[in-house]
């Protein structure tokens, strides 16, 4: 709890009513220091007044602890632009993410069908060892873009059943085990329990 802002949001509804400190105190029975700690921050109304100060000054108890005028409308209008934001930006990340899939699947494949074919001629002008690293570093690389984009795939956006409609993130193990046409995948629905090629969807609300 923000006592100063408390105390400044005491003084400005006390005020609003065009009450001094001293009468205020006055009509809450108490002294009119006690009202000018609350008002610096220094303490809080004990909680036996607090209804009875509520009313003289025209707030709640809601408002009085948190310092400010809460319209509800308002409040809950705040409330759902702050996840709308957070979504788009989660959805945002999940995009750039497989873009990254894509750009470096661009540079990875051909590069690793470059590594292998310099192996070969090192292998055909009898240095194996050269041939055989390289072939090796071919290989990791094709793996290694394997695994990072199955991850990618997997942690970014969502399934969608043809079926049912229904959008869901399936397990890394059937991701991993499922036929795939681009970013497609033959996988259960979780909802509908059929089996069917399901396309990669960003966000989890149909548009
Ligand atoms: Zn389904």
Redesign the pocket.
């Known amino acids: 709890m923000d006592q100063e802002k408390i105390g400044k949001f005491i003084a400005a509804c006390r005020k609003e009513k065009g009450l001094t400190q001293a009468a205020l105190a006055e009509k809450l029975g108490i002294t009119d220091r006690a009202v000018s700690k609350w008002e610096t921050g220094k303490s809080l109304p004990d909680a036996s007044i607090m209804m009875e100060l509520c009313e003289l000054i025209g707030t709640n108890v809601n408002e009085l602890l948190t310092g400010e005028r809460i319209a509800m409308g308002e409040y809950a209008k705040k409330a759902e632009q702050s996840l709308i934001e957070m979504q788009a930006k989660a959805e945002k990340a999940d995009r750039n993410l497989l873009r990254m899939e894509i750009a470096m699947g661009i540079i990875i494949i051909p590069l690793s069908i470059v590594l292998a074919k310099i192996s070969e001629i090192f292998s055909n002008q009898g240095d194996a060892l050269i041939g055989n690293a390289l072939l090796v570093l071919s290989y990791v690389a094709i793996v290694l873009f394997g695994f990072i984009g199955l991850k990618i795939e997997h942690d970014a956006g969502y399934y969608e ?6 959008r869901y993130v399936p397990s890394m193990l059937s991701v991993i085990l499922a036929i795939h046409l681009g970013t497609a995948r033959r996988l259960k ?6 089996k ?1 090629f399901h396309k990669k969807v960003i966000s989890k609300k149909k548009e």
Not at 189 to 194: A, I, L, S, T, V
């Open positions: 059943c043809p079926n049912c409609g229904e629905c979780p909802y509908c329990e059929k069917g």
